[in-house]
């Protein structure tokens, strides 16, 4: 299959200055559910062509879903399943280009086409997942990736 429909070009967003404007709404504040909370907001209100944007935390067992935007989710998701958990479970960020592809996919929002995850680890310990879906497919390339990757350093590190 292929994607030739990319209605936003990587260069429509200044994730340099996204980045920033993340540092000053976290600046002083370290509530992991206030941070990832405006966070969500934030992102979701600034990259095109986005259906849900947020964060699920490792409770110790499974990931529990914590502040996002877009439509309600599924509370819980084991490490063994999901592209969550694939990224909760290898600590590597998980781009997938056709959600439907994926057999391991859990279908939150049927408008999902496409979908990147980042996992958030802090002094090797993991503390869950950001994760976006996108409606239309092949949404995520690489800037989107070290951008999104960027943000969830700058949420780890306002953990203090
Ligand atoms: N699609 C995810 C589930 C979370 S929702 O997208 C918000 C997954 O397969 O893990």
Not at 12 to 34: Q, T
Not at 129 to 152: K, M, T, Y
């Amino acid at each position: 299959m292929s994607f030739d429909v990319t209605p936003t070009t990587d260069a429509a967003v200044d994730y340099a200055g996204l980045d920033a404007s993340a540092r000053a709404l976290l600046d002083g504040e370290s509530d992991r559910v206030a941070n990832a909370a405006n966070l969500s907001a934030l992102v979701y209100h600034a990259l095109p062509h986005v259906n849900w944007v947020g964060f699920y935390f490792f409770d110790g067992d499974e990931l529990v879903v914590g502040p996002f935007q877009g439509k309600p989710a599924c509370v819980r998701i084991p490490l063994v399943r999901g592209v969550c958990g694939a990224a909760a479970r290898t600590r590597t960020t998980q781009r997938i280009a056709d959600v439907h592809a994926v057999a391991d996919h859990i279908a939150c929002d049927a408008d999902s086409r496409s979908e990147i995850v980042v996992p958030l680890v802090r002094d090797g310990e993991l503390i869950g997942v950001f994760d976006l879906d996108s409606p239309v497919p092949n949404r995520f390339g690489d800037d989107d990736q070290a951008g999104l990757e960027a943000i969830a350093a700058t949420f780890v590190a306002s953990l203090r």
